[in-house]
């Protein structure tokens, strides 16, 4: 796989509509996607927006709140050996690298194999909004599946570095390497690995597992529908979907709020809960079901709108304070010019 064939060539082809707002803002940092600055990409910018970075001892509390959470062994297992990228915001443990998204990445992996073991083999798994590919790591090296990573062009970049070193053993295909622009059964047959932009097509494969963590709070909501269509197409009969994203985020202009994801009604919830560190994050996993009359989906996201009024609560509140410190602050400039 040639990394930056393939970044380059996604460019020719970009389509602008699945970059928001939200991700817009990174477009100064252009310059710097060349193959000799993928080696510090955790280093040099090129991971900012994807990359969770703590202060050390913030780290290390949430570490250690981790093992007592789901027990060392599982989390020493699971950590990296090599600072792929050379992040600065490391530390070692048992000679292994601890960071801040390992932390949360490992924890969101235990969640999945908590509720699917027993249920389904997990063979083929789809995220949607990939990053640098750390969680695609963790997954692959835990149930040894077949991995599609969809993401921007800029994102891809970094994940295939990142990806090509924690798996010399398998075969990782790009944009480049499709026939058509189209990732085929043929092709997924023969290979490990694909990382993709959103705008190239796939035919008769269908995921046991589709994952987005904290990247649909930042797409413009027809770009979020055009993803649950895509779910609603490739989820097996009996597959698992995770959603992790905000309650409420505005960053792409607008509201992006949990609660209006257009979830069709062949969906059992599995687990629902506030993200575990991050309360004004929600965790939802659910199973694909057939069985219309039994599944609870609509039902979960009235309970998850009621939780969104706090959210939106607290914003009113602070933009009221931030309207008052304002005011006083221009009042006292007044008073302050005709003494």
Not at 9 to 37: G, I, P, V
Not at 171 to 196: H, Q, R, W
């Amino acid at each position: 796989m040639d990394i930056y064939k393939n970044y380059t060539t996604s460019l020719d082809f970009y389509e602008e509509k699945y970059k928001s707002k939200h991700w817009k803002k990174y477009d100064l940092r252009s310059n710097l996607f060349k193959n000799e600055n993928l080696k510090d990409f955790r280093n040099n910018t090129l991971s900012d927006g994807l990359d969770d970075r703590y202060d050390l001892s913030k780290q290390k509390k949430i570490f250690k709140d981790l093992i007592e959470e789901i027990g060392e062994d599982y989390v020493v297992e699971n950590l990296n050996s090599n600072n792929i990228g050379n992040s600065k915001y490391v530390f070692k443990y048992k000679d292994k690298y601890v960071d801040g998204g390992q932390n949360f990445h490992i924890k969101w992996l235990h969640e999945i194999e908590k509720n699917t073991l027993n249920k389904k083999n997990i063979i083929s798994v789809c995220e949607i909004g990939g990053g640098y590919g750390s969680f695609a790591q963790k997954i692959i090296k835990k149930f040894n599946c077949k991995y599609v990573s969809i993401d921007l062009p800029e994102g891809n970049f970094l994940a295939s570095y990142y990806l090509k070193n924690h798996f010399d053993d398998l075969s990782i295909v790009g944009n480049c390497e499709l026939i058509n622009n189209e990732l085929n059964k043929s092709i997924f047959d023969k290979n490990d690995i694909f990382i993709l932009n959103p705008w190239n097509k796939i035919s008769d494969i269908k995921f046991d597992l589709i994952i987005n963590t904290r990247s649909m709070m930042e797409m413009d909501k027809d770009i979020i529908k055009h993803y649950f269509n895509f779910i609603h197409k490739y989820i097996q009969d009996d597959g698992f979907f995770l959603n992790i994203n905000r309650y409420r985020k505005k960053s792409v202009g607008y509201p992006i709020h949990f609660y209006e994801y257009p979830y069709d009604n062949l969906w059992n919830v599995m687990s629902s809960k506030k993200s575990w560190k991050q309360y004004w994050v929600h965790s939802l996993l659910v199973q694909r079901s057939l069985d219309q009359e039994k599944n609870d989906i609509k039902k979960e996201l009235i309970k998850i709108k009621k939780i969104t009024y706090f959210f939106i609560f607290q914003e009113k509140v602070l933009e009221l304070k931030k309207m008052i410190f304002i005011n006083l602050k221009k009042t006292l400039k007044f008073i302050f010019f005709i003494r």
